[in-house]
């Protein structure tokens, strides 16, 4: 009895040992992101993880003070982004991303303020506050992640899904034209526009970098299709399939011109930088303009005392 009692313990001692909590190595973005959220909503496969990951390494790059960055998002699978990273941050509505971040810029002119969010929630139901954002030069930075379809809500046509596109709402294959949103910003005045694939991961992060540096209104659009419902629904295959066709289809066309950059259904695709030019930004306008009209009675906003 001795004996068996003797073994048993040894067992036990030696499961204990087994069972004691693995090491788990920090993640190398773990100090960027709320942990305490994880895990996240994101399919597998989902490109979104990426843009987030390009995203931080984009604003170490920057050397920014942490500080002074925020980062607004809408709603959708995209909209999760601003809830994932430990910035200030902020989860708006749908649609209203771009005029909260807007109203953020012009309450404290010295933050870097970024939307990251879908290509529905920026450019359908937010389409107006996009395109007189960039009309007025407006100092942040737009990352779109295009997925080609409204995901959070079940894979409906999109402004954005390339025509014949299937969606839950076009069985039959989508007969709407879609946006070419580099043609779209930058005909309002945008000042940087660049556009990449989720496959493009050193590309799109020093891209994110340029345009976090840039002095207006820029904007980034990653493309990055829904594997769960868009590839899906299309037979695409799956997320590596997804990478697979743009290594092989996604061309680099740096300073092509916007309006020849617009995407057909699985066909090549233009990526690269299309314009990088630069002009006032709307508080610049507002402050030398509002001078020429009322000389020293005029108290410029968001300028450093020494520099007026
Ligand atoms: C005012 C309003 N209208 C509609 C919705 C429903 N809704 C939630 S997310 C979404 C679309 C999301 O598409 P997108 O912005 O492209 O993000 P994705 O989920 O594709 O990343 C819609 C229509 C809502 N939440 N609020
Ligand atoms: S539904 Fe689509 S967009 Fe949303 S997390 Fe899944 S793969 Fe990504």
Redesign the pocket.
Known sequence: MKETMEKVKKVHKTRKKVEKEPEIEQHPLESWLRMDRIPHIWCSTCG?GTVVSCFVEALKKTGFDRNDVCVVS??????RVAGYIKQDSFHT???RAVPFAVGLKLANPRLKVVVI??????S??GGNHLIHTARRNIDITIIC???F?????GG?V?P?TPLTAVATTAPYGSYENPFNLPSLVASCGATYVARWTALHVRRLTNSMTEALQKKGFSFVEVICP?TTLYARKNKLGSGLDLMKFYHDNAEIAHGADPNDVDIQFQSKIKVGKFVDIDKPSYLDAYNDYLKTKLGDKFKPWGVDEEEH
Not at 117 to 122: L, M, N, T
Not at 149 to 153: E, L, V
């Open positions: 979104i809408g709603i959708g699978c995209s909209g509505t749908h649609g969010s879908g290509d529905g929630d920026i359908s139901i992640i295009n997925n379809t409204y995901a959070m809500t409906q999109a954005t829904c």
